[in-house]
């Protein structure tokens, strides 16, 4: 009987020593944060091959600067921002600690009224905050075929709401990648994995400064 004891704790010291030594790199491998990425196309890799889009780029820029974070792509494409209203619930259900939001692209390119496209951006930012989640808000502009007095026009909703929220701002996510050649799809709109790769660069100092590094 005092055998079959000592046998019992000595396998049973044997696991707990593998447990203990396999916990760390559990903890280490597991992300302590979620990052949404809520948007449309843009966000969701249109054209591109899985892992290509801008929020698997920013991830992998995350990872090697030690920012451990789960980043969860919501993008849709063909979404407007009132499809960003309608699908709230669910980004906050993720229990995301940072949103990058994207969204006003397709209200543009539909000739859609500003003033509805500003109410649902404000009504996005506006849930989103009263959640306590820390917002970055990513801009775009539309082609100088729509009218300099449009575009101006479009590209002044996104820094109104930046101001009135006080939230993180990237004005234009395409401006690093203008003029950069294979950054862009023979669509003329969508990124490709090259100018996915610039985008998630350009996020990442506006980024940063919401994040936690390590756990």
Partial sequence: MHGYTI?????R???????LFLLPDV?????????????DSITAGYGLADGQSFPDALRRLLDSQGYRYKVINQGTSGATTKDAVASLPSILRLHPEVVIVEFGGN???????????????DRVLTTIEAAH???????????????PDYVASFNQ????????????FVPMIYKD????????????IHPTAKGAEIIARTLLPALKPLLHKGQ
């Fill in 7 to 11: 046998c019992v704790d000595v396998r």
């Fill in 13 to 19: 010291s044997i696991l707990v020593s593998i447990c």
């Fill in 27 to 39: 903890l280490v491998a597991a992300p302590a944060h979620v990052l949404v990425c809520f948007g």
């Fill in 107 to 121: 209200d543009g390119l539909r000739g859609l009224p500003l003033d509805q496209t500003r109410q649902n951006l």
């Fill in 133 to 147: 989640v820390k917002i970055l808000l990513a801009g775009i502009t539309l082609p100088p075929n729509y009218g």
């Fill in 157 to 168: 909703v996104f820094r109104t709401l930046a101001a009135r929220h006080r939230v993180a």
């Fill in 177 to 188: 990648l203008i003029h950069v050649p294979g950054t862009i799809q023979e669509d003329g």
